[in-house]
């Protein structure tokens, strides 16, 4: 059921693109506070939102003390995009594609990210565009850094083998029965690297 203007607006956008999207409604809370619990709000490595959508996780991360301006939020959908930017002033918003993930930071003057949070519907999408995200991410990625991914599915969205050179190791951190629909938590690090293409 539609509660809210948000709602609808996340959902109109499904309807156009769904597989963009990924899902009828925005994530729930339990959710959001899963995803934002995955986060050291501590740490000064910089932390990149991937998907963001109405701004439900982006609001559990800041909720759980993470400090703004550690925050870059980046979502393609330009009406999306607008909605964050004048949700989360004090964050840094982007309105680009997760595919040019190191240009965009490097625009904004960084290199490394300590955390991706990513909302992005990987098991929906092709498998050529999912590894060239998966791929932005990792470059991007410090050694001990790690994506926290949710999935609707209970599978991990990586297969390690598929993102040489780089060794993975995925972990399900957090089981959300209550979303619509149930969702899974994932938290995916490097666990070796042979020859890091930076």
């Not at 910089?46 to 800041?62: D, N």
């Amino acid at each position: 059921m539609l509660i809210g203007p948000q709602d609808g607006l996340f959902f109109s956008r499904w309807l156009r693109r769904p597989l963009r999207t990924g899902a009828l409604v925005p994530s729930g809370n339990e959710l959001a506070r899963v995803m934002a619990a995955q986060v050291d709000p501590a740490s000064e490595k910089l932390v990149v939102e991937l998907g963001a959508g109405t701004g439900v996780i982006t609001r559990a991360l800041l909720r759980a003390g993470l400090r703004p301006e550690r925050l870059v939020v980046v979502e393609q959908d330009e009406e999306m995009y607008r909605l964050l930017a004048r949700s989360f002033p004090n964050a840094t918003v982007v309105c680009g594609d997760a595919q040019h993930l190191r240009r965009l930071l490097a625009d904004l003057g960084h290199t490394e990210i300590g955390t991706a949070v990513s909302s992005l519907p990987l098991l929906a999408m092709s498998e050529r565009r999912r590894l060239a995200i998966l791929k932005q991410i990792f470059m991007c990625l410090g050694l001990e850094g790690s994506l926290i991914q949710f999935t609707y599915r209970p599978v991990v969205p990586i297969v390690a083998s598929e993102l040489p050179p780089w060794h993975l190791e995925s972990e399900a951190v957090g089981r959300c029965w209550r979303n619509v629909p149930p969702a899974t938590v994932w938290r995916i690090r490097r666990s070796a690297v042979v020859d890091d293409p930076k």
